[in-house]
C-alpha cells in the first residue's frame, strides 16, 4: 500500500478503469437504496436516530463512570481487563496473552480497531500467524491488501479476481469465479482454522456498562465459531463502544444492520458475558487517539459512530474513488473526520475528498454531522500549516481576487479571454480540473457587465 | 501512573458536561398479527419458519426433510427419546460433524426475525454455530413485536452468553452475490409451536 500518494493521486489510478468505477459506483448504490427501503418500514426511524445520538452524547459526556462501571462489571464477571494507551500497547498485551499460553497461531474476527493497530503484522513479526475469518477480510488478507470498507472489506474486487487467488492460494481450479462455490471452498479452509486454533479474537460492537457484556455482530458467524473453540478469547475495543444500559441496545441493533446493508438486523447478535469453564477470557480498553478526539470540541461528535458504512455507501466520491484511495482503515467520509485526529499531516488531504453535499450526515443512523466537520477539518488543516502547497497558494490567489470588486473584474475578464484566445492553457493536464472533464464555454461577458448593459436599457425604456 | 490511571484521567479531562440519556421507553411496536408477521420476515432473510401443532409434527418434519442417518442433537427432552441430548461437559470441538441441532428459543423477534437464545438452552455455546442446519423451536406466545420488547424480556439476563439468531449463516462478500451458509448452518428452520 502506498502511504505517500494522496487521495487524489489514489482515486486517480482508480478512476482509469471507468467499466470498474461504474460498477462499484451501482454495487454500493444498490447497498444504498436497500438501507432505504429498511428504514422506510420503520415509522419512528428519525426517532430512533435522534434517541441513539442522544444515547452516544449522554456516553461521551459520562465516559469515566461508564469506564469504572464497565470494568467493574467485567471483573465481576470474570472477564480479565487491560488498558491500552497506543496501538503498540495493545499489540504487546496480546502477544502477552498469546506467549503466556503458548500460542502461535490466532484467529480472528472483524475488527478495524486491530487493523488500525497494525495488530497482524505485530505478531506475524513475533512468530504468531493470524487468520483473518470474515471471508472478505480473508480475501484481502490473502491478497496483501487493507480492508477497502468497514463491512464489506473486498467491494472493490471482482469475482474473477477472488477465483485467481483462490486458486493461487487453495488450489481451486483455474477460472473457477461462482460465488458460491468460493464460499464453500473457503468454509472448508476456515472451518478447519477455527478447530485448530486455540486463541481467538473479536472486535466489539456495542459494550454495556450496566452488565459487562459485550455485543459481537455477524453475518457470516465466524466470531462465534473462533470464540466458542477458543482457550483463549480475546476481545478488542476502543473507549468509545460502550453504551449505558443493556435496553439501549435495543435502539443500536435495530439500527446497525438496517443502515449497514438494509437487513433487519445480523444473522449474529452475540452477547458475551462470561467465560466458558475452562477459558480465559481477556478484554483490551483502547484509547489511541479516542481521548484526544474527545477533547476537540468540533470533532468529538465523530466518536459516535457504530461502523454501519451507510456514509461509504451514500458518498459520490467514495463510490468513485474506491476505499483504498483513503489510505487509512476507515475510509469514506467517517475515515475522514477520524484519521485527522491520529495523524494530521498524512491524512490532511482526506477532508477534501468530499463534495460536502451532506449525504453523509443525512444516512449516519447516530447523526454525526459529518460534512460539517469535514470542512472544520479543512480549517484547522490550513491553520497548522498541513495543507497542501497548490491548495494553500490556490486559496491565498483566491482571498487576493475576492477581496476588492476590481480585482474580480480583472480576473473574470482574463480568465474568459484566455479560455475565447488561448483555451490550451487553461485545458491541459497541469489543471486536475480538466481532469476527465471539459472546461465550460466561457460566456462571452460577465453578469455584472451584462446587468450594467440591461440596467441601462430599463433605464432608457423609462 | 499506570496505563488505566492515564487513561481515565485524560478521559475526565475532556469529557464535556454531561448530557441525559433520551427516554426510549415510549418506542413500542405493534402486538397484532405476529405469527404472520415473524414467518414473513423469516422468510425474507432466508431462513424457514412454519407453525406446528404439537412435537410430532416437529419430529414428523425432520425425518421428512433432513439426513436422519447424520448426526442429529438436541437439548429439547420430549425428543430424547431417539435423539442425541447435548452434553455441556464434553470439548466443544467434537461437535463438528453435527448435521442437525434443535434447540428451543426463549422468544423470537417479529420485526428482524431473531430468536433469543442463551447457553442454556444451547446445551453448549458451539451448538447452534458448528451445526450444518439450525432448527429451533418457539411458543406461539412467546414472539414479542420489536427489539425494545425482546430487551424487556431479557432484562439483565442470568445468562453468561447468550444471542439472536436470525437466519442461517450468509455472505455477500463476493460481488454482493447472497450466500447461505458462510461459517454456520446452511439453513435455518423455525417451528412455531401452537
Known amino acids: 500500500m502506498s502511504q505517500t500518494k494522496t487521495h487524489a493521486a489514489l482515486a486517480g489510478a482508480f478512476i482509469k478503469d471507468e467499466e470498474r468505477v461504474d460498477w462499484h459506483d451501482g454495487a454500493l448504490w444498490f447497498i444504498r437504496e436497500k438501507r432505504d427501503k429498511a428504514s422506510k418500514q420503520i415509522p419512528e426511524w428519525e426517532e430512533l436516530r435522534e434517541a441513539a445520538s442522544q444515547i452516544k452524547s449522554n456516553v461521551i459526556s459520562n465516559l469515566h463512570d461508564y469506564l469504572l462501571q464497565f470494568e467493574a462489571n467485567l471483573k465481576k464477571n470474570g472477564v480479565i481487563v487491560h488498558w491500552a494507551d497506543s496501538a503498540e500497547e495493545h499489540n504487546e498485551i496480546v502477544y502477552s496473552i498469546l506467549k503466556a499460553k503458548e500460542i502461535n497461531q490466532m484467529v480472528k474476527?472483524?475488527?478495524?480497531?486491530?487493523?488500525?493497530?497494525?495488530?497482524?503484522?505485530?505478531?506475524?513479526?513475533?512468530?504468531?500467524?493470524?487468520?483473518?475469518?470474515?471471508?472478505?477480510?480473508?480475501?484481502?488478507?490473502?491478497?496483501?491488501?487493507?480492508?477497502?470498507?468497514?463491512?464489506?472489506?473486498?467491494?472493490?474486487?471482482?469475482?474473477?479476481?477472488?477465483?485467481?487467488?483462490?486458486?493461487?492460494?487453495?488450489?481451486?481450479?483455474?477460472?473457477?469465479?461462482?460465488?458460491?462455490?468460493?464460499?464453500?471452498?473457503?468454509?472448508?479452509?476456515?472451518?478447519?482454522?477455527?478447530?485448530?486454533?486455540?486463541?481467538?479474537?473479536?472486535?466489539?460492537?456495542?459494550?454495556?456498562?450496566?452488565?459487562?457484556?459485550?455485543?459481537?455482530?455477524?453475518?457470516?458467524?465466524?466470531?462465534?465459531?473462533?470464540?466458542?473453540?477458543?482457550?483463549?478469547?480475546?476481545?478488542?475495543?476502543?473507549?468509545?463502544?460502550?453504551?449505558?444500559?443493556?435496553?439501549?441496545?435495543?435502539?443500536?441493533?435495530?439500527?446497525?444492520?438496517?443502515?449497514?446493508?438494509?437487513?433487519?438486523?445480523?444473522?449474529?447478535?452475540?452477547?458475551?458475558?462470561?467465560?466458558?469453564?475452562?477459558?480465559?477470557?481477556?478484554?483490551?480498553?483502547?484509547?489511541?487517539?479516542?481521548?484526544?478526539?474527545?477533547?476537540?470540541?468540533?470533532?468529538?461528535?465523530?466518536?459516535?459512530?457504530?461502523?454501519?458504512?451507510?456514509?461509504?455507501?451514500?458518498?459520490?466520491?467514495?463510490?468513485?474513488?474506491?476505499?483504498?484511495?483513503?489510505?487509512?482503515?476507515?475510509?469514506?467520509?467517517?475515515?475522514?473526520?477520524?484519521?485527522?485526529?491520529?495523524?494530521?499531516?498524512k491524512h490532511a488531504d482526506l477532508p477534501y475528498a468530499s463534495t460536502l453535499c451532506g449525504s453523509c450526515s443525512n444516512v449516519c443512523p447516530v447523526k454525526i454531522n459529518i460534512h460539517e466537520q469535514l470542512y472544520k477539518w479543512r480549517q484547522v488543516i490550513v491553520k497548522e500549516g498541513y495543507a497542501a502547497n497548490t491548495k494553500a497558494l490556490g486559496m491565498k490567489a483566491m482571498a487576493w481576487t475576492f477581496s476588492s470588486p476590481g480585482k474580480l473584474t480583472t480576473a473574470g475578464k482574463t480568465g474568459r479571454w484566455f479560455l475565447h484566445n488561448l483555451p490550451f492553457v487553461v485545458n491541459n493536464k497541469l489543471n486536475p480540473w480538466y481532469k476527465q472533464r471539459d472546461m465550460p464555454e466561457a460566456p462571452k461577458e460577465s453578469f455584472g457587465e451584462w446587468y450594467v448593459k440591461n440596467e441601462e436599457k430599463e433605464d432608457n425604456r423609462q | 501512573m499506570n496505563t488505566r490511571e492515564k487513561i481515565l484521567e485524560a478521559v475526565l479531562k475532556n469529557q464535556p458536561t454531561s448530557t441525559p440519556l433520551p427516554d426510549i421507553d415510549s418506542f413500542k411496536g405493534d402486538n397484532t398479527d405476529l405469527v404472520q408477521k415473524y414467518i414473513d420476515v423469516f422468510k425474507t432473510i432466508g431462513g424457514n419458519a412454519l407453525s406446528v401443532d404439537d412435537i410430532t409434527a416437529v419430529k414428523m418434519f425432520i425425518n421428512q426433510n433432513f439426513d436422519t442417518s447424520k448426526r442429529i442433537v438436541t437439548t429439547v427432552n420430549e425428543l430424547s427419546d431417539n435423539l442425541e441430548l447435548i452434553s455441556d461437559t464434553v470439548d466443544p470441538h467434537t461437535y463438528n460433524d453435527v448435521e442437525l441441532a434443535i434447540i428451543k428459543a426463549h422468544f423470537s423477534v417479529a420485526e428482524n426475525g431473531a430468536v433469543w437464545l442463551t447457553d442454556e438452552v444451547m446445551g453448549q455455546r458451539i451448538i447452534p454455530y458448528i451445526c450444518q442446519h439450525l432448527a429451533v423451536i418457539v411458543n406461539a406466545q412467546n414472539i414479542v413485536p420489536t427489539l425494545h420488547e425482546a430487551y424487556q424480556k431479557i432484562g439483565l439476563g442470568e445468562y453468561s452468553f447468550g444471542g439472536f439468531i436470525g437466519g442461517p449463516s450468509k455472505t455477500a462478500d463476493i460481488e454482493q452475490a447472497l450466500v447461505l451458509g458462510a461459517h454456520g448452518p446452511l439453513s435455518m428452520t423455525v417451528f412455531i409451536m401452537k
Not at chain 1, 476502543?238 to 444473522?267: M, N, Y
Open chain 1, 109 to 345: 474476527s472483524k475488527s478495524m480497531l486491530t487493523e488500525e493497530c497494525g495488530l497482524n503484522e505485530y505478531l506475524e513479526e513475533r512468530g504468531i500467524e493470524v487468520i483473518n475469518s470474515d471471508l472478505g477480510e480473508y480475501i484481502q488478507q490473502i491478497d496483501n491488501e487493507p480492508p477497502s470498507h468497514i463491512v464489506l472489506p473486498c467491494i472493490h474486487k471482482r469475482k474473477e479476481e477472488i477465483g485467481e487467488l483462490f486458486h493461487e492460494h487453495l488450489g481451486t481450479e483455474k477460472g473457477l469465479s461462482d460465488p458460491t462455490l468460493l464460499t464453500r471452498v473457503a468454509r472448508k479452509h476456515l472451518r478447519n482454522v477455527f478447530l485448530t486454533r486455540r486463541g481467538a479474537l473479536t472486535g466489539v460492537n456495542f459494550a454495556v456498562a450496566e452488565t459487562g457484556e459485550y455485543v459481537v455482530c455477524t453475518n457470516e458467524g465466524n466470531a462465534d465459531m473462533g470464540a466458542h473453540l477458543s482457550e483463549v478469547q480475546i476481545a478488542s475495543m476502543g473507549l468509545e463502544k460502550l453504551i449505558p444500559q443493556k435496553k439501549h441496545l435495543s435502539v443500536f441493533l435495530r439500527l446497525l444492520a438496517r443502515s449497514a446493508t438494509g437487513q433487519p438486523i445480523t444473522i449474529y447478535s452475540s452477547h458475551y458475558k462470561k467465560p466458558r469453564k475452562g477459558q480465559e477470557m481477556h478484554l483490551i480498553l483502547v484509547d489511541a487517539g479516542r481521548t484526544r478526539q474527545m477533547g476537540r470540541v468540533d470533532f468529538r461528535d465523530s466518536l459516535k459512530c457504530i461502523k454501519c458504512g451507510a456514509c461509504m455507501n451514500t458518498c459520490p466520491v467514495y463510490r468513485k474513488s474506491g476505499g483504498l484511495s483513503y489510505h487509512n482503515t476507515i475510509s469514506g467520509p467517517i475515515g475522514a473526520i477520524l484519521a485527522p485526529n491520529l495523524n494530521m499531516k
